[in-house]
Nanobody
Framework: QLQLVESGGGLVQPGGSLRLSCAAS????????IGWFRQAPGKEREGVSC????????YYADSLKGRFAIARDNVKNTVYLQMNSLKPEDAAVYYC?????????????????WGRGTQVTVSS
């Protein structure tokens, strides 16, 4: 059974860093795009970043370029999201999702499989 599990969220002070993990089981990531999305209370789910596993091409939301970095570990079947210089407005539940594709998308309805999310809180 195909499953995605996020981890690595938590409480961090403004300016701090977190690394989120998205571990896949029940399938190999080779033919998939993995996207990271976030949703804050009262807001729509928004695309953060995604990576095409086959060729490593990436996408970032414009507002996050330079602070966030996505990477894959094909051996561990895991995708990471490194988040630096975190701001209070980055606080949200972060989800990873998988789509069988060779092209990144920031449209959540394109993705077929979702994890349950991990909470990121940025506060002093």
């Amino acid at each position: 059974q195909l499953q995605l599990v996020e981890s690595g969220g938590g409480l961090v002070q403004p300016g701090g860093s977190l690394r989120l993990s998205c571990a896949a089981s029940g399938f190999t990531l080779d033919d998939y795009v993995i996207g990271w999305f976030r949703q804050a209370p009262g807001k729509e789910r928004e695309g953060v970043s995604c990576i095409v596993i086959k060729d490593g091409s990436t996408y970032y939301a414009d507002s996050l370029k330079g602070r966030f970095a996505i990477a894959r570990d094909n051996v561990k079947n895991t995708v990471y999201l490194q988040m630096n210089s975190l701001k209070p407005e980055d606080a949200a539940v972060y989800y990873c999702a998988a789509e069988r594709s060779t092209k990144c998308s920031d449209y959540p309805y394109n993705y077929d499989y979702w994890g349950r999310g991990t909470q990121v809180t940025v506060s002093s």
